[in-house]
């Protein structure tokens, strides 16, 4: 079984991103690393280990997040965003049949959750939610994938970083796997669901998707529907 350490960044958000946790702490992965700003209760009640840090630069806090890792014992690092949710498929696959250098999702679930709406992106380009990235290439990266001063940009510079060490991506997706990604939205978040859904899309129900993250264990993001 991989040993796969758990990274996110938490800003706000605080309701949604302690279901997140809480969805997470479930499974039995190694190491849980939360990096927040003024966010130090949403860990209350889960598995995270929690460090603070401010939220300016964006590449500074992300890789704060890596640098939690020095030390740690693990073969895979997973990123997650404090507003994602990866299905319970997925993870299974990740601690036991995961072996190549980074696993990368190459379509998307979108919920809003204020609006009870859905949509599915069948093609996406440097997703960094649901990124599992072998050990090797995080030392390789000096536990920093991404410049410090940079705002934006996250995911398209820690795959940049880590083609230059030559890591192989190998892409999961529900249209090939049903593993499911799925980013909700409510408000806080960088890209609003109006600006996502102007793509071209497919409009699901969401009830119907959030099931989709565990068929056996809904209880911890149940809650969303209400």
């Not at 758990?6 to 949604?16: A, H, V």
Request: with cysteine.
């Amino acid at each position: 079984m991989n040993k796969i350490a758990l990274i996110t960044w938490l800003n706000g958000r605080k309701e949604l991103s302690a279901k997140v946790l809480r969805y997470f702490s479930q499974f039995d992965l190694s190491h849980f690393v939360a990096i927040g700003t003024d966010c130090q209760d949403v860990c209350k009640g889960t598995k995270f280990k929690y460090t603070e840090c401010e939220n300016d630069p964006l590449g500074n806090k992300w890789n704060e997040a890596f640098r939690q890792l020095k030390g740690l014992d693990f073969d895979y690092a997973l990123i997650v965003g404090s507003d994602d949710f990866v299905s319970a498929n997925t993870i299974d696959f990740y601690l036991n049949e995961a072996h190549r250098d980074v696993y990368e999702f190459s379509d998307i679930f979108i919920c809003d959750e204020l609006n009870k709406e859905a949509i599915y992106l069948n093609e996406i380009d440097n997703c960094g939610a649901g990124m599992l990235i072998k050990r090797e290439f995080i030392e390789l990266m000096n536990f920093e994938p991404v410049p410090n001063h940079i705002k934006k940009g996250l995911d398209r510079n820690i795959k940049e970083h880590l083609k230059k060490y030559g890591a192989k991506v190998s892409y999961v997706s529900y249209a090939l796997n049903r593993f499911a990604l799925i980013d909700i939205k409510n408000g806080y978040s960088m890209n609003s669901f109006e600006s996502l859904n102007n793509r071209n899309c497919v409009e699901l129900d969401y009830n119907y998707v959030i099931g989709l993250v565990s068929k056996s264990s809904t209880s911890c993001i149940s809650s969303i529907n209400r």
